[in-house]
């Protein structure tokens, strides 16, 4: 049985980057930047106001009445400097003349239209002038490749007219739910029967990533069937394969077998994890298939400690790291003969380890925002190493 530590060795030589592509930003968000993003222009490319207000000579006093000369529209190039005793109006994001000119925001003015004058409360300044090339200049390196493009990086992009980054293509994921205890989630409760939570769990769990759930199906205890229901997601090309169930030794339990018969080789058979023990890993080429213990718990630990790790190599991401997470005052944790990932939430003192029943129990996921890492040996008493989830 693999410890943890040794299954991430094995899963960090599985695969390799997948190709890159270029996307409209619209399709771009959450994933893997393949290129360098540089300044085309000094940025801001000419100094532009940061207020609605009026621009005057740097020198006018506080209290000056000045003749309105004119407006600076947005858009339009910067006109020259007002002449001694005068004002243009101006806007935020309108160019401002060169010179020895400062700002007034429209707040700290009195203007007088039938006079065509304006009376300036406070002295011009330059302070509300946004100058060239104070964020970045021409050739400047504004966004390396290796980042996940977010929100922020994307109004970036757009601001620089690189409309098409050059991603990390999407992986393509396929995913078989196994069980003849399971019917539908919306189908009334019957006797011996549970609603299947994994179908949902592992779609909402590929959400929060860059790759795409392409095929789906959900087959019962026999062989055929389920042989046949994975059959069918392999013809979907699928870069990634899980199988929810099915991964133990029981005479119900095919997801070994329909690997290696499908030409897999298995390269992870157990790991020494509570929950999660029963993972099964095989390779096929550039395919990477993982069998996934049943519980929905165990399903919640193996697809943040293992499954997001070969989906960030095939991002061309690096894992997310594991962290000191402080455990809230009071706070205990019970070691394991198994290394134990315990379902935590965060609280304003640290992260308070949640109860749970056993791998089976949902209850705790509700609530969890971290996996805290419970070694073998004597429980931490302060903090301990974890995940954010």
Not at 23 to 40: I, K, M
């Amino acid at each position: 049985m693999l410890s943890v530590t040794a299954v991430w060795e094995r899963l960090d030589t599985l695969g390799a980057p997948l190709p890159a592509e270029r996307v409209p930003l619209a399709a771009a968000a959450g994933r893997e930047l393949r290129e360098p993003v540089t300044a085309p222009e000094d940025q801001p490319p000419f100094d532009r106001a940061a207020i609605d207000g009026y621009v005057a000579a740097l020198d006018l006093p506080a209290g000056s009445t000045v003749r309105l000369v004119g407006d600076i529209p947005m858009g339009d190039l910067a006109p020259d400097a007002p002449p001694p005793g005068a004002v243009l109006r101006l806007f935020t994001g309108s160019a401002v003349p060169a010179g020895p000119v400062g700002l007034v925001m429209h707040e700290d003015t009195t203007a007088d239209p039938a006079a065509g004058t304006v009376t300036l409360r406070v002295a011009p300044s330059a302070a509300f002038i946004r100058r060239r090339a104070s964020q970045a200049r021409a050739g400047d390196l504004l966004h390396a490749p290796g980042a996940t493009l977010q929100a922020g990086a994307l109004a970036l992009l757009a601001s620089v007219g690189l409309v098409t980054p050059m991603v990390a293509r999407r992986a393509r994921v396929a995913h078989l739910v196994t069980g003849g205890e399971l019917i539908a989630p919306e189908a009334p409760s019957q006797p011996g029967r549970i609603r299947d939570s994994n179908s949902t769990l592992v779609s909402a769990l590929l959400a929060q990533t860059s790759a795409e759930l392409v095929a789906h199906a959900r087959a019962g205890e026999g062989y055929e069937a389920t042989a046949a229901a994975f059959a069918g997601l392999l013809d979907a090309a699928p870069d990634l394969l899980l199988v929810s169930g099915g991964s133990s030794g029981g005479a119900h339990d095919h997801t070994a077998r329909l690997l290696v018969a499908h030409g897999f080789t298995l390269v992870v058979e157990q790991v020494a994890s509570r929950p999660g023990k029963p993972l099964l890993v095989g390779v096929r080429g550039a395919q990477i298939a993982f069998g996934l213990p049943g519980n929905p718990l165990s399903h919640f630990v193996c697809f943040h400690l293992f499954v997001a790790r070969v989906l960030a190599r095939l991002a061309g991401a690096a894992p997310a790291p594991l962290l000191c997470l402080p455990l809230a005052p009071g706070a205990t944790l019970r070691p394991h003969p198994r290394e134990t990932w315990w379902p935590a939430t965060r609280v304003a003192e640290g992260y308070a380890p949640l109860p749970w029943v056993d791998s089976s129990d949902l209850t705790a996921l509700v609530r969890t925002h971290a996996l805290l890492r419970v070694p073998t040996a004597v429980a931490p008493e302060f903090s301990v190493d974890g995940l954010l989830v």
